[in-house]
């Protein structure tokens, strides 16, 4: 069995093995997220009109406990839509940092809370661990608060396509063989977003919209873009091994939607992005088609909108 076989195992495993696995440590992080989840959010949801109807919505790097978490982009991103199925693909809460310094504003309690919220309306919601929560890993297999954890899964889009759900790092060469130096970049990734958080503020001020410092970096550096495409195309490649249609990851930061061929098959590569950066979600309408959404952009357009409204009005 190669390693992509081993990662995406059908978790057919015994929930007591996994039970088994779990360290005095682990047991007290899982016990304190779920004492996280209040019984009233800081922030009620927002009454809209009609919220946007999904079949499926992929989100994944929020970094809850972090201050470089667009907390408030998630709250409305939730506030204004729905979906039939819910897939949290990674680095939900940030334990690294957690485990540094303890930070959690009322507005991560109100994101927790509209997650457990669409559960218990019936939404079906699957956490699939990163390597910034990887003390929820042993835990696959289980169900908290009607929140699915598993270690990966595998996704039927309504057009018959079958799509391989995971977090990604398992293909990060720095995580898997340099993990200290993985821990020194997020030292220096956090530094990097504290200057993004002072640029937003500014930007606020004077009325622009959300733009992020260290995206724009990103795709300017030759060395952070060849990283990105070598990645994706072991992620799509590690795909094609398994004989689905496509994979949907995160764990790079960078939404993006590409196609591979390996071996004569054509996979399709989904990276939903994140909530530090770019606040971007994967979603699938009702007949299959898949839409990044970059969600800066939709409320810089719902703003338009509201603001053109009045003029319709007295026009009409």
Known sequence: MDRSESILAEEDHDVTDALNQTT????????????????????????VGERR????????DVHLGTKGCNAELLIDFLDH????????????????????????PPEHNDIVWRVLKRAKRGTRIVYIPGNHDEMVRPFSGMNFGGVEIQRAAFHDTADGRRL????????????????????????????????????SAVRTMFGLPYWSISKAAKHKVKNAVEF????????????????????????????????????????EYWNDGDWVEGCNALVEH???????????????????????????????
């Open 24 to 47: 005095s440590e682990n047991v007290a992080d899982i016990s304190q997220l779920l004492r996280i989840a209040p019984a009233e959010p800081h922030r009620p949801e927002r009454i």
């Open 53 to 60: 109807k999904y079949r499926t919505i992929w989100i994944s």
């Open 81 to 104: 839509t729905d979906s039939e199925t819910l897939y949290l693909v990674g680095d939900i809460i940030d334990g690294w940092r957690l485990k540094k310094r303890f930070f959690w």
């Open 164 to 199: 391989m759900v995971l977090h990604g790092d398992e293909f990060d060469t720095v995580m898997l063989a340099h993990r200290w130096l993985a821990f020194i970049g997020d030292a220096a990734y956090h530094l990097m977003m504290k200057v993004n958080g002072w640029v």
């Open 228 to 267: 990105i495409s070598k990645y994706e195309e072991v992620v799509a490649r590690a795909a094609a091994e398994r004989g689905v249609d496509g994979v949907v990851c995160g764990h790079i930061h960078t939404a993006e939607f590409r196609r591979f061929t390996h071996a004569g098959r054509e996979v």
């Open 286 to 316: 009702q007949d299959g088609t898949m839409e990044i959404l970059h969600w800066p952009d939709e409320i810089a357009r719902r703003t338009l909108e509201n603001a053109a409204e009045p003029l319709r009005t007295e026009a009409a």
